[in-house]
Structure formats: structure tokens, C-alpha cells
């Protein structure tokens, strides 16, 4: 059976701390690693990982994938307030993808 | 679209009752999924669309859980017989073909079954 687990289940910051999320994954046939936010209902995209060692950045949060330990971090730096809400690891085999816990994210002022 | 849209955003419904769940994909996308998230739970895979036909629909947590999707476009999730342990958001996604696209999501649908 596929799985995905996150660590830590939620984590509590101050505003301009770094934070690392981390994603390990146990699954046949992979084809990508996604990084989601959930604030309210709907997950939105944050990045997308297919190989190994080639980090992805989008202002304050990147993230990089290691096929060789099967797993993924996320990093956000300089943390906000508005960065608090869930952060969803999830991994696509053939059609779907199949979701950590995630990690529950708060950054107080 | 321009993104993924599903409707109602919100249904409360007695136990007992049937419900539709509607998501309409994101424009030229194939592939389509329902998802289920509980209060408080991760996100549970119910089904998955390649055009009209779903190679997987392992997810589906019981028979009172169907779907179908027509014209390779809009998709349509019926719970019969709703329990209250239905109530959750279901949520639809959509992707281009392929192991190597983005999967958007849309805003859920809020089902309470009381």
C-alpha cells in the first residue's frame, strides 16, 4: 500500500523564524512529489518535484526532492502570519496521488 | 473554466437522503479526481477519471458511493442513503494526462448530513 507521511504534525513559530517541513514517501511507480496550502477548503499548488536534487523556489518557500531517501522538504523562510494554515505532501502514482497528514503551520506576531 | 468549479459549496441534508455533488474541470482537462476530507483528517482518494472511464475507483468507501463522468467534462459524485459519517468536504481536481502534470483543486463542496 502507498504511503505518504509527514513530520511535524504542526509546528508553532514566530514571525521571521525558518521553517522545514519534511515528506517521506513509500510508494511503487512514482511520478512526481506535489507541495500543497490549505488556508480554507481548496488545497493550492505549490510546487511540483520529478528529480532529484533540483530545488524549486517561489519567493520565501522552496523545496527539493531526494529519490535516492525517497522523501521531500519544504522551506519557508523569514516566516509570516499569512503563511499559517495546513501544508499537504502528496505523491502521484499512474493517476492519483496519495496525501500525507500533513503539517499544521502557525506563525504568531 | 478557468479553474476547477464545483457545486453546491454547501448542502446540509437529512440522513437518509440522496446527494449530488457536481465539478466541472478545469478546460482541456482529461483527468479528474474526487477527494474526501474530514474534519480535522487528511485527504481520502474516492475516484479517478481518464476521460469517461475510471481505471480507479478503489477509493469509493461504500456502494452507496457512485460517480460518472460524461462528454469527458463534467463529473458528477451521488452518495445515497447519506449517513451522517458522510459529512466532509469532497473536493474535485483536474489535471492535463500524465504522471508529470499539476493537479488543481477546486473549492470543495461542504456535505453535512444531520
Known amino acids: 500500500e502507498d504511503k505518504v507521511v509527514q513530520s511535524p504534525l504542526s509546528l508553532v513559530v514566530h514571525e521571521g523564524d525558518t521553517v522545514t517541513l519534511n515528506c517521506s514517501y513509500e510508494v511503487t511507480n512514482f511520478r512526481s512529489l506535489l507541495w500543497y496550502k490549505q488556508e480554507k477548503k481548496a488545497p493550492t499548488f505549490l510546487f511540483m518535484l520529478?528529480?532529484?536534487?533540483i530545488e524549486k523556489k517561489s519567493g520565501r518557500l522552496s523545496s527539493i526532492l531526494d529519490k535516492k531517501e525517497l522523501s521531500s522538504i519544504l522551506n519557508i523562510t523569514a516566516t509570516q502570519t499569512g503563511d499559517s494554515a495546513i501544508y499537504l505532501c502528496a505523491v502521484r502514482v499512474y493517476g492519483k496521488l496519495t496525501f500525507g497528514q500533513g503539517t499544521i503551520l502557525t506563525v504568531h506576531p | 473554466g478557468a479553474g476547477v468549479s464545483q457545486s453546491p459549496s454547501n448542502k446540509v441534508t437529512e440522513k437518509g437522503k440522496d446527494v449530488e455533488l457536481r465539478c466541472d474541470p478545469i478546460s482541456g482537462h482529461t483527468a479528474l479526481y474526487w477527494y474526501r476530507q474530514s474534519l480535522g483528517q487528511g485527504l481520502e482518494f474516492l475516484i479517478y477519471?481518464?476521460?469517461?472511464?475510471?481505471?480507479?475507483k478503489s477509493g469509493l468507501p461504500s456502494d452507496r458511493f457512485s460517480a460518472e463522468r460524461t462528454g469527458g467534462s463534467v463529473s458528477t459524485l451521488t452518495i445515497q442513503r447519506t449517513q451522517q459519517e458522510d459529512s466532509a468536504v469532497y473536493l474535485c481536481a483536474s489535471s492535463l494526462e500524465g504522471g508529470g502534470n499539476t493537479i488543481y483543486f477546486g473549492e470543495g463542496s461542504w456535505l453535512t448530513v444531520v
Open positions: 520529478t528529480s532529484s536534487g
Open positions: 477519471f481518464q476521460g469517461n472511464s475510471a481505471p480507479d
